[in-house]
């Protein structure tokens, strides 16, 4: 078994983490949250969607929040796409990256994207080739490959044929996500083993939302098989509007906190996470869902107070 020795995360607090959330958040607020993980290091930021806003509200500010945000050398900052006119919408916007997003069940398809797994992919090229000519990053990312929230098991080969036709597309990476966090650590090896098969290891991405707790357990079921790329949220924020009762996603600090325990670097300062993890909580009036967060805060607030 040999580790990585440097794991790349991209962080999906203010898209993912937000999306779902009932009170709007203010772009001010956002583009300040933004601004906070740029400072603790983060070099891969999914910052929002270009969907409909009658679908995700709580996205419809994209282009604003993206108008706010420093850049700093070296800063890949993605958007959401279904469709070519959210890739139009995302172009304009100035994003580094655009990220599809398909899936592995056809329930959660027709739910999250209105459309057929096969209707996705042709929509999803003519957004690759967009992509392509303007010279930016394509990710694709993957739901339900771990289960689905209606249609429950999704077999292996479902996962394999998506990432396979995804990659056809010409994607630079793609994320396999456990949309509902249902996954455990044998069943997500051989998700990623079966996709590694088809696509390069190096450019698979792990996407885990932690509603059962197994997400940790999981980003080290990956590490093991050579997985070097994981999507996380700070605090914890997070969940899918078309995924009733699944929470958010890993959060960050848990997934730092894991890393550098094990000597993997990230490139990520993990106080500034910490204090950007209670910092967002705080500001949506969320209970902090990162353990390693709170965990931290705590001990610091200890030595202050003694
Ligand atoms: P549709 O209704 O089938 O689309 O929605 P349409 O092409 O028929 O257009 C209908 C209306 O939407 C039109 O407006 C379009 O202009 C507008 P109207 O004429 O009615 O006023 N529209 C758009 N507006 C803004 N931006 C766009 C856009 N496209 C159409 N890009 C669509 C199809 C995909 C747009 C819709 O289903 C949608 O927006 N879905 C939202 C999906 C979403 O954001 N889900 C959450 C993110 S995915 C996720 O969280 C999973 C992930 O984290 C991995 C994991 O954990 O599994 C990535
Ligand atoms: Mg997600």
Same mark, same amino acid.
């Given at each position: 078994m040999s580790l990585p020795t440097r794991v790349h995360l991209t962080e999906v607090g203010p898209r993912d983490g937000l999306q779902n959330e009932a009170q709007p958040v203010p772009a001010a607020t956002k583009i300040e949250l933004c601004r906070r993980l740029l400072d603790a290091g983060v070099r891969a930021l999914e910052v929002t969607s270009f969907v409909s806003p009658k679908w995700v509200?709580?996205? +419809?500010d994209a282009a604003e929040v993206l108008a706010g945000i420093p850049r700093p050398a070296g800063v890949t900052l993605s958007a959401l796409a279904p469709n070519m006119k959210g890739f139009e919408g995302a172009l304009a916007a100035g994003v580094d990256e655009v990220v599809i997003f398909g899936a592995a069940s056809e329930a959660f398809s027709q739910k999250n994207i209105n459309c057929s797994i096969a209707e996705s992919i042709e929509r999803f090229r003519v957004v690759a080739e967009a992509a392509k000519a303007n010279g930016l990053r394509l990710r694709a990312a993957v739901s339900t490959a771990l289960g689905c929230p209606y249609q429950g098991e999704v077999p292996i080969a479902s996962v394999v044929d998506v990432v396979q036709r995804l990659g056809d597309l010409g994607c630079d990476e793609i994320g396999v996500a456990d949309t509902i966090g249902v996954g455990t650590a044998g069943r997500v090896k051989a998700v990623f083993e079966a996709v590694g098969a088809v696509y390069p290891l190096a450019r698979i991405s792990g996407h885990f939302h932690d509603t059962y707790g197994q997400a940790i357990a999981n980003i080290l079921a990956c590490l093991e098989i050579g997985v070097a790329r994981f999507d996380s949220s700070i605090a914890g924020l997070g969940g899918c509007p078309? +995924?009733?009762?699944a929470t958010g996603n890993v959060a960050t600090e848990d997934v730092v906190y894991l890393l550098h325990g094990m000597g993997i670097e990230t490139g990520l300062d993990l106080d500034r996470l910490v204090d950007t993890g209670q910092w967002i909580s705080q500001a949506i009036g969320r209970?902090?869902?990162?353990r390693a967060g709170k965990a931290l805060a705590a001990k610091r607030a200890v030595a202050v107070a003694g």
């Open positions: 509200p709580q996205m +419809a078309y +995924a009733k009762g209970v902090n869902s990162s």
